[in-house]
């Protein structure tokens, strides 16, 4: 800077100055004790930068490429005062700076801090032999890709019909006979449907609309149908039979004198020809009785001509005695002359005695026309004139007109015939209707049951053709896709057709299961179908055996239990429908596939087929001798899974030796893999069948021994993972070349993955739980002897390739890198290659202890390998000797990286291949000692040349002007570490890096600490209070607020010592006596009996007003007289000296010639009890050997806490005059802080009197 500018900005100073105060401008300060940084400035501000001439320390090579901004802990100061404006003797103070961060803890997250995927040719130096060995995991997904999308190309497409996988067929087609004859008699069912309308419009169809929907499902020709119209026609109307069921009555009128009733029915059908009353003239509103009911209403008789009397006129029930609720559930039938004008008649009488109307009833067999039914109704009369007249409790008439198709059951409440009776009281009817053909028995309707199936087969098919497009799908009114039920006039027709053959709900059951087994046995229909007509036929069945009949009942009143041809029947049903799922189940792969919902769902429908047969009564009752259904589908998958899996094993590859059998595990365990999804589920909540473990089992042994088969050739062959070929060049020269063999390890690779594969699977239940098969999990026993093999050219190949690395090392060039170089990628690469290979094939889950031991025992030789070249090439350069002077520190940075990367990559085994040997952890943990030993000597040269700027600047920041702040005063101390330790973290590993770090804050300390050692004598409160703040700054500058070294290590060993000498330092010389006083308490509780030095024993306690201490005897004292005896003494003294000013030392006598003195002698001392109280009070007893010609020998020292004795301590034992036995000592240490701060206070005298004294008592070395 000019001095015209100087002056300048000093004439524009004064001028503010004195304007502010009216003060004249000769008081203003000279510019002289301006700073230079405050003068280049243009606005004179008064600066606390560094004083003009204090040195700067020049930071080491590589700093200049980092920020050269001045890094400061300014902020750590106390802030200025503030001050008044023109004030001339504080000089203005810029506002205090922000806190740095500091630079070398910054760390970008992003960086790789290694280039892996340098190459530096090493791997072709022995054929890829590890990355061959690496590849093993992708060419396995690979596999498993593939097959996966196989899996998925086969779901898109739609399963393969049953035929094309040979599922047999069995035709369901009726010959051209039978069918035109079903097709006749479905038009004449037609024809003569009986029934009214179902009041809820169900079988409703039109008779126009059925026969067209027949000639569609048949498929007959113009003229077939035309043939069959007009012989059904012409055929005679079957008769209309009623079916009546009394259930039971309620709340009837008592007739007897106990309260109750003997009700009884009588029941007929009141035909159209006959009249309604016989003097319906006399009385009109006279109810229909049976006792005049079928006289003529001109009087006259019928004719004996009209033959026997049918029985349909008149029925009784039996009599249930003693109630007004009776229960009958009797069926009757009655045969229809005229079903819109026939009306079903029902009185309830109460029976009174032996002879009654209920007996005449019962001979009405044997009455021969109406003659004969005038003279028993005469009979009836007369025995109402004798007074034993049953009484009349009331009547139903029902027009059988109003009876729909499906039948009716309900309660009806009784009428009185005439409106002079009184009646009361309801009936429960059930009613129905059927037809019967000329020539057939009421209970004969097998041959009907038969026709059903077969009609129910033909429409069944119809619909199923339609739903997939068939012939007549264009014509169907049915919805194109079928869901399982019939369209309307096919219900309409099989309804009409079971009616007319009087068929029971069981019967219809049971006929459309079987024709339904019978299209499924040609085709398979849809189980959900077959699951819905399974579920109908057990609950058919169920309320079939729930409802006791009378003998005569009819099969239409509910259902009864099957004969023996349906049971025969059904049973042949059941045995069919089996069979065929158990088939499918053993196609299961084929023909549902995982990937395809529908198929998946059909699945279903047919194991809840299954499960619902292995529940069914009715199943049960026709297959008494049936095995049981679960195990027949654990048998069929055992099966159907030998067959595939022999499928496979049969498509011929040209593929090597191994490469056959490592795509086959593959698909198997994509096979299994996906079946644990997806069929695992679906048999274990169905049918309770542990699918995976039937499967995994059976695969198990057929793999197990391909496995074994190829292992052992293998073994046979002498593989060993690496094989040399000759390969001759154009020239015809041979050329060896290395090439490694990994079809075993693959093999071993897939079986353990398949083995993988059964641990998901829980077990779900207890009767089965899941284990996975012993022979697959025990393979790796059967590839020992290969694995052995494989593990020791692997060491060897290891060793190998680092050599290589080492030769063929070069730096790794890179922006965000730290300093690396090719070999040490290539050794981690190599360490990598051979626990990923490891780990492959599965050989740590199988808990091979030995194989593990092998393997650990290779890589930490690789590590220790790579360590020992790297050293030696160190040693032979001498770089541990001139401490590494010959080397950059990027050179040096280097070195650390690659020992610390192949330490990082050796770590990855451990707690990973040990398990719970102890011997492997140590084996382990030991290389990594070793490694961290070499990095850690490696790496020392950095702290080492970091030595003398350091020294240089702790100096300057201990010799700093007083006026100058510490936080000031370290700022080139800061900056030059935060350039120097910038530089190794952008260079270092983290781990490595704060390995630096940690001893560059150990060589601070020890500057630091010879600093403090080296000066401040004349004023050693200033100077070493500097220190003691600077190193409390240091200490956060190393830690940087958490990114640095942990505050445990920065409070480290070191740092107490250094701490505490500055601590010495401050402290005046009596407080270090008293210091070291308590250091020597310390060391005599610390010291044990017997001591080396030998024991005084002496009895010490304070009585009235002055301390008393007896000194008894000693033993064992050293030999210290050429004699090897001595001639002891022992010196008493009272410290420290500021309590006990005027207590002078006292001797005992000299005990001439013993080892084992006995003085017996007391001494007392005037000292004061609160003197003897203070924890610092001490009875020094020191042991000599009198020598006359030379000066005495110093024996042992002992010391006593006053504060403890008797008389002193209200605590003290109990028995105040047992005397105490004091272990001997000596000095040991000469280098004590203590002694060394004291010894260097020249000027004290008190301070080098007590150094000297205290160098006698040191023990000879």
Sequence with gaps: MSFLTSLGQYVAGVADSVAGLALSPRRAPPSRHRSAEETAQPPPQPSTATMRGFPRVVPTEGASALSSRRRTLDCLAPAAPVRRGGSLRVPRQPPPPEKPTM???????????????????????????????TALSWRQENRRLAALRLAEARAERPPPAPHELGLPSVSAQLSHKEHEHLYTEVLYCIENAVGAPAPDGQFAAYKEDMVEYARRAFRVAPEVHARAIMAAGSERPPTVVLGCTVIEADGLEAKDANGFSDPYCMLGIQPASLPASPRASEDEGRKHGFRLSFKRRDGRQQRDSLGRLPARYIRATSVRPHTLSPKWNESFKFDIDDISSDVLHLDIWDHDDESSVLDAVSRLNEVRGVRGLGRFFKQVCQSARQGSQDDFLGCVNIPLREIPSTGVEAWYKLEARSQRSSVQGRIRLRLWLSAREAGRHDDDNWQQVRQHERLFGVLLANEVDSASGGPSGAESECPAMWEGELCGAAQTLLHQHAVQSDMSTLQAAIARFAAACRLNSDAPLDPKYMYKLLTELERTWCASEGMPLRAEACPGAGGSCASRDEERWLADCFGEFVERALHQLRLHRDLYPVLHHQSLNKLEFLLRCLSQLSQMKAFWRCCPFNKEIRSEIVGSLRKGTSEWYEALCAQDTESERGEDLVNLITLVQIDLQQGLTYYHPLFETTNNVPYFNVVFTQIDKMLSEDVRQCVELWVNEGWCGVAEEEIYDEQGNGVCVVSAKTLPFEVLAAVRELCAAAA?????????????????????????????????????????????????DRLVEGEHIVKHSTSSVDTAACLYYMRLVWRGIGSVEEGTVGGSMRLLEAACATALHYADLVHGALADQGYYDNHGQNKTTEEICTIVNNLEYVRRSLAEYDDEHMANDESAR?????????????????????????????????FHLAWSPDTLPTPQAITPLLEFLDQHLSSLNTWLLPRAFIRALAGCWSAVLKEVSSQADAGGAERPRVYHSRLREALDLLAEFFHAEGKGLPMSEVHNADWGRVEQRMQYHQAPTDELLELWLADRLLEQIRTPLPSPYGSILVRVYFNHDSLSVEVLSARDVIPLDPNGLSDPFVVLELVPKRLFPKAHEQTTNVQKKTLNPIWDECFEFAVSLDSCRSPKAALALSVWDRDVLT???????????????????????????????????????????????????????????????????????
């Design 103 to 133: 630079a070398f803890c910054k760390r970008r997250l992003s960086w790789p801090e290694v280039d892996s995927s340098v190459n530096s040719g090493v791997k072709e130096t022995d054929g890829s032999y590890f990355e061959a060995f």
């Design 1191 to 1261: 000066a005495d020998d110093f024996a042992g020292e002992a010391y006593v806490s006053l504060s403890r004795i008797p008389g002193v301590n209200s605590n003290a034992p109990p028995d105040p005059l047992r005397p105490i036995e004091l272990p001997l000592m000596q000095l040991h240490d000469r280098n004590h802080p203590i002694l060394q701060i004291l010894e260097s206070r020249t000027t004290d005298k008190v301070a080098i009197d007590f150094v000297k004294k205290q160098k006698l008592r040191f023990a000879e070395q």
């Design 760 to 808: 998901p699977a829980p077990p779900t239940h207890p009767s089965h739980p899941h284990d996975a098969p012993a022979q697959l999990l025990d393979a790796y026993l059967w590839f020992e002897p290969l694995i052995d093999r494989w593990l020791a050219v692997t060491k060897t190949m290891a060793l190998q390739r680092v050599r290589a690395a080492v030769e063929l």
């Design 922 to 954: 140590q084996l382990v943990r030991g290389a990594l000692g070793t490694l961290d030993a070499r990095a850690a000597r490696a790496a020392a040269p950095l702290a080492t040349r970091a030595r003398p700027p350091l020294r240089k600047a702790v």
